[in-house]
């Protein structure tokens, strides 16, 4: 009996890998043009009826927040907690990062606000124009001493009562497992006396990883959660601060994912775990402020 030759169902599997791919960027692309195209008229509005620029932004959220998952057939994306984000604010809203597919995720939850961006992608001409039109904040990592501009960026918007979103992790996780805070994310809120609002997100990594243009895995079909946490202010916390808040923020977030996987908390926080004396809150009545696991 001759021995089975795979390689024809290797090259199969690679084909279909490849035209799925293609078949997600298609429409992510094209979401991104249509987002362009018809965001486009909105800059003809004078600034004096859309002062907070709501106009080009609930533009983006309707083809890249609404359209792009649901013309996606290998994608699912469950969201909850939404409803903390219509509840007040201005909120300083941070989130994890996993994937570049995590600004979609942001964008279904439908909301208005402003966010800090990567300076990179103000260097990409159809989509640079969307961004400033909108009133998104370009952060240049590499430059520290851009670091008084985004906080004077920031608060300008929070002082119109529009919340801003970032990454306070500053790029994505190649492992899944959450990086650093960086604590002067968190300076907003503080200079600005506004709470956080974490937000968890989970499965981004699946459908795009770090350094990679397709899925992990051998399925196509992936599916992500988002949920909006209870918002953090600095007077929740035993011992206020920037660095705490950033702690605080962390732990929640963190909280949430270790509840989804079902895993421990090296998995999520690292080898050192869960670090239990930052970002402590003050005491809470019994029973407040559990992650549900539904």
Not at 72 to 94: K, Q, S, T
Not at 144 to 170: M, R, T
Not at 263 to 277: A, C, I, K, L, Y
Request: charged residues 20%; glycine residues 10%; hydrophobic residues 45%.
């Amino acid at each position: 009996m001759r021995p089975v030759d795979s390689t024809g169902g290797v090259v199969i599997s690679r084909v279909r890998r490849f035209i799925i791919t293609v078949f997600c960027w298609h429409i992510v692309l094209n979401c991104a043009f249509a987002s362009f195209i018809f965001g486009m008229p909105t800059m003809l509005v004078p600034r004096a009826l859309d002062p907070e620029r709501k106009l080009p932004h609930r533009v983006g959220v309707f083809w890249w927040g609404v359209m792009v998952w649901a013309l996606n057939p290998f994608w699912r994306l469950e969201v909850e907690g939404v409803e903390r984000l219509n509840a007040g604010g201005p909120y300083l809203i941070c989130s994890n990062h996993q994937s570049m597919m995590d600004v979609l995720v942001l964008m279904a939850l439908r909301s208005d606000y402003k966010w800090v961006s990567g300076v990179r992608f103000f260097k990409i001409p159809m989509l640079a124009m969307y961004m400033r039109m909108t009133g998104y904040i370009a952060a240049d990592l590499k430059n520290p001493f851009s670091a008084k501009g985004i906080l004077e960026e920031c608060a300008g918007w929070i002082d119109k009562g529009v919340s801003v979103g970032l990454f306070p992790e500053g790029t994505r996780s190649a492992s899944g497992r959450l990086g650093s805070f960086k604590a002067g994310a968190f300076r907003v809120a503080l200079e600005n006396d506004v709470a956080v609002l974490p937000v968890a997100i989970d499965g981004t990594r699946q459908i795009m990883p770090k350094g990679s243009w397709t899925w992990l895995g051998e399925s196509p079909f992936k599916t992500v959660r988002v949920r909006v946490l209870e918002p953090v202010a600095l007077g929740d916390l035993a011992n206020p601060s920037a660095s705490e808040l950033s702690h605080a923020v962390r732990n929640a977030i963190g909280d949430q994912l270790v509840a989804w996987r079902g895993t421990d908390d090296t998995e999520v926080f690292g080898s050192r775990g869960r670090p239990s004396d930052k970002g402590r809150l003050r005491a809470l009545p019994e029973g407040a402020g559990e992650i549900a696991t539904a």
